[in-house]
C-alpha cells in the first residue's frame, strides 16, 4: 500500500511559521526530506528541526527534484508516509506543483501544510496592498559570456507599471555556487537591461524601488528610495528582493514612509510619472 506525500512549508524566518498540524506530521512519518535550494531561511538550523521531530532529515538536491524527477520520494513512499519540507510557501516554487501532480498520478494521497511566502512578507515588511502586486518575476544574473540577458524580467517590470501595478523582483539564489543576488546587483542588472532595450522603463535617479533583506526575521532590512540611493545601501545577508512600486495609494505612501523611511514627496513624483505611462497606454 502506498503511503502519504506531505509538503511543509518552513516559512520565512527559522522554525517560527511552521504549523502545530506540520510538526505532528513530521513526528509521525516514516521519512522526511527537505529542499534548501530554492531560497534561503534566515536563522534556521536542520539539527534543531531534528532534534524538535526526533528523526534525520535527508537533504535533497535539484538532481534529485528535477533531474530524477523526485525517484527518492517515490522510491520511500512505498514504504510509508513521507513529507518534503520546503522554504517559505511550498507552491512558491514550480518544481513543487508538477511533484505534487505526479504523486497524485502516483496514487499518493497529498497532504498540504502550508506557511507565509514572500508574498506574505514583502506586503508585511512593506504595507504595499496585496491586491496591487501583480506578475511577480525572477530576476537572474546576466551571463555576458553566453550573451544571456533577462530580458522577460524589463518587460513584465514595464507591463505591471503601465497597468499601475507593484513588480516583485525574485532574485537569482545559486547555492551551490554560493551566490546569492543582492538588491544592489540586481539595480545593477535592471541599469544594463535598460541599456540594452532602451524603451525608458528604468532611470537610475527618477525610479524608485523597495529593497527588503530578510522578510519579517528580526533583523530585517528594507529601504526605499531611488534606484542611485538603493545602490550603495548595505542589505546584508541573503535572501533580498526588490519592488518598484506601481501608482501608489494614500495609504500605501503613509505605510512606505513610516516603515521605510522615505519622504512622501519622492513618492508623489513617482505616482506622477506613473501616471503619465498609464495615460499613454489609455
Known sequence: MMGRLAFIGLGLYDLRDISIG??????????VFMEDY???LPGFNVLKLQEKIGKNIVLLSRKDLEDDFGRKL????????????????????TT????????????????????????NGVTAS???????????VTLTFIEEKYGYYPLTAYYVLQENLQRGLHTLFLLDIR????RFMTVNEAISVLLKLEEKVNEGVIDVDKTIGIGVARSTAPDEKIFAGYLEELLDYDFGLPPHVLII????????????????????????CWNKRVQELLSKVR
Open 74 to 93: 517515490w522510491d520511500s513512499s512505498k514504504r510509508g508516509d513521507i513529507a518534503l519540507i520546503c522554504i517559505g510557501d511550498p507552491f512558491i516554487a
Open 126 to 136: 512593506t504595507g504595499l496592498h496585496i491586491y496591487k502586486l501583480s506578475r511577480p
Open 38 to 40: 530554492t531560497s534561503v
Open 22 to 31: 506540520a510538526l505532528d506530521y513530521l513526528k509521525r512519518a516514516s521519512f
Open 96 to 119: 513543487h506543483i508538477t511533484l505534487r501532480l505526479e504523486a497524485i498520478k502516483r496514487n499518493l494521497e497529498v497532504i498540504v501544510y502550508p506557511s507565509p511566502s514572500i508574498i
Open 245 to 268: 512600486p506601481g501608482l501608489l495609494h494614500e495609504t500605501e505612501k503613509e505605510a512606505l514612509n513610516i516603515l521605510c523611511r522615505i519622504d512622501k514627496k519622492k513618492l508623489d
Open 175 to 178: 547555492k551551490d555556487e554560493n
